[in-house]
């Protein structure tokens, strides 16, 4: 069952935390907007980082709205797909993925950091490790991130794939969606190297890893909306997320759900064409998320 929490203008982290954990029990007696977020930190993290924007979205649309951690990002992108969720934050290849099977969905804002819409994954490994290049991991132990994720897997192996690397060349390998947790294991010496999104490696690289080699750019990820959701509320949630980085609790709201996140802008469907024939190519491989 997906985590839920109800959010309002004065809820704390803490609040958030209990709806979370008690969400089996319903408390909702008025209409409600779901936001959906795939779980690629601790649903703990995910709760104090998009709270505040809940908030601000549950005022600005008069309705309160429901953060929603799916269990995996199958199940998230089944959510939207299927329009259970109402409003979607998706990785670059969820939103691929989404599209391929469920269609198009009414693109609302892109994360744009440091003044660019593009993100980077990076190929980690402790600092004091031998590996310096991805040739050198046939024979080594692998974390990725989910299946479905962007840089935790998907660009990754595509980039293993052109260096020759396949996955029976690994001693072993395992897939994480909490990319917390995949540097922690590289630290604790669990795992060889693994792939993580640049910005959680930021987050720990001081900690001791270090990057074996950085993914190419591709576009960052996208808020979407529910096909079934009435075009002004479509218009309404555009127009919330695009203004934020000009409302005067838009830089730290920007800032908790990422640390680089500087604003909220528009995307295009078309910007994700390159990453639909990386996974093509993946898919000619054998490799499907």
Request: net charge positive; charged share 25%; glycine share 6%.
């Given at each position: 069952?997906?985590?839920?929490?109800?959010?309002?203008?004065?809820?704390?982290?803490?609040?958030?935390?209990?709806?979370?954990?008690f969400?089996?029990?319903?408390?909702?007696?008025?209409?409600?907007?779901?936001l959906?977020?795939?779980?690629?930190?601790?649903?703990?993290?995910?709760?104090?980082?998009?709270t505040?924007?809940?908030?601000?979205?549950?005022?600005e649309?008069k309705?309160?709205?429901?953060?929603?951690?799916?269990?995996?990002?199958?199940?998230?992108?089944?959510?939207?797909?299927?329009d259970?969720?109402?409003?979607a934050?998706?990785?670059?290849?969820?939103?691929v993925?989404?599209?391929?099977?469920?269609?198009?969905?009414?693109?609302l804002?892109?994360?744009?950091?440091?003044?660019?819409?593009?993100?980077?994954?990076?190929?980690?490994?402790k600092?004091?490790?031998?590996?310096?290049?991805?040739?050198?991991?046939?024979?080594?132990?692998?974390?990725?991130?989910?299946?479905?994720?962007?840089?935790?897997?998907?660009?990754?192996?595509?980039?293993?794939?052109?260096?020759g690397?396949?996955?029976?060349?690994?001693?072993?390998?395992?897939?994480?969606?909490?990319?917390?947790?995949?540097?922690?294991a590289?630290?604790?010496?669990?795992?060889?190297?693994?792939?993580?999104?640049?910005?959680?490696?930021?987050?720990?690289?001081?900690?001791?890893?270090?990057?074996?080699?950085?993914?190419?750019?591709?576009?960052?990820?996208?808020f979407?909306?529910?096909?079934?959701?009435?075009k002004?509320?479509?218009?309404?949630l555009?127009?919330?997320?695009?203004?934020?980085?000009?409302?005067?609790e838009?830089?730290?709201?920007?800032?908790?759900?990422?640390?680089?996140?500087?604003?909220?802008?528009?995307?295009?469907?078309?910007?994700y064409?390159?990453?639909?024939?990386m996974?093509?190519?993946?898919?000619?491989?054998?490799i499907?998320?």
């Amino acid at each position: 069952m997906p985590f839920r929490f109800w959010s309002w203008k004065k809820n704390s982290a803490i609040l958030a935390l209990y709806f979370v954990l008690f969400s089996s029990v319903s408390v909702h007696a008025e209409p409600l907007l779901k936001l959906g977020i795939h779980p690629y930190l601790s649903s703990t993290e995910i709760v104090r980082r998009f709270t505040p924007l809940a908030d601000y979205l549950s005022h600005e649309l008069k309705t309160p709205v429901a953060i929603e951690i799916a269990s995996s990002y199958a199940v998230h992108i089944r959510n939207i797909g299927t329009d259970s969720v109402d409003i979607a934050l998706l990785g670059p290849a969820s939103y691929v993925l989404m599209t391929r099977e469920y269609g198009r969905r009414p693109l609302l804002a892109v994360f744009a950091s440091n003044g660019t819409k593009t993100l980077r994954g990076v190929i980690i490994a402790k600092k004091d490790s031998p590996i310096t290049s991805l040739s050198q991991l046939k024979g080594k132990k692998f974390a990725f991130g989910d299946k479905a994720s962007t840089m935790g897997h998907l660009v990754p192996r595509y980039m293993l794939l052109k260096k020759g690397v396949d996955i029976g060349d690994l001693a072993g390998h395992v897939f994480l969606s909490n990319q917390e947790n995949i540097c922690l294991a590289v630290l604790a010496g669990d795992f060889d190297a693994a792939a993580v999104r640049e910005d959680v490696f930021s987050e720990y690289e001081h900690k001791g890893l270090k990057a074996i080699a950085f993914t190419p750019e591709a576009h960052d990820q996208i808020f979407v909306a529910s096909a079934k959701l009435p075009k002004e509320t479509v218009r309404a949630l555009h127009r919330a997320l695009i203004n934020l980085k000009n409302r005067p609790e838009g830089k730290q709201i920007l800032s908790t759900m990422q640390k680089d996140l500087r604003a909220l802008v528009p995307g295009k469907d078309s910007e994700y064409n390159y990453l639909r024939e990386m996974l093509s190519e993946l898919k000619k491989a054998g490799i499907e998320p």
